[in-house]
């Protein structure tokens, strides 16, 4: 059974910064691609950031230079830094597993999901 707990969301100001967590039981992070997603009220899922398989990270366009993925091996974790965070960030945010290989940037390549957490960035 693979499980995926996200933590770390909340209220910022614009320009603030979050970190956001990721803690895998069942599956270790660093042999799977891992991706970071969101979803705002009435839009789509949409790709955030990843790790390939074999640990490329990749971004979105639109946070490309603010979010930062990373993971710790020994935790089994990968954390998402986001910073000067604009009202357009806001969203409920979700990190997702994937058994499959290459850059997966659609929600559909990924098979395991956590519940998710809000971060709120007000204007």
């Known amino acids: 059974q693979v499980q995926l707990v996200e933590t770390g969301g909340g209220l910022v100001q614009a320009g603030g910064s979050l970190r956001l967590s990721c803690a895998a039981s069942g599956r270790t992070l660093s042999t799977n691609a891992v991706g970071w997603f969101r979803q705002a009220p009435g839009k789509d899922r949409e790709f955030v950031a990843a790790f390939t398989q074999a640990s490329t ?32 960030d806001t969203a409920v945010y979700y990190c997702a597993l994937s058994l499959y290989v290459g850059e997966l940037i659609t929600a559909s390549d990924y098979h395991y999901w956590g519940q998710g957490t809000q971060v709120t960035v007000s204007s």
């Not at 990749?58 to 998402?80: C, E, Q």
């Open 57 to 88: 990270q990749y971004y979105a366009d639109s946070v490309r230079g603010r979010f930062t993925i990373s993971r710790d091996n020994a935790k089994n974790t990968v954390t998402l830094q986001m910073n000067s965070l604009k009202p357009e």
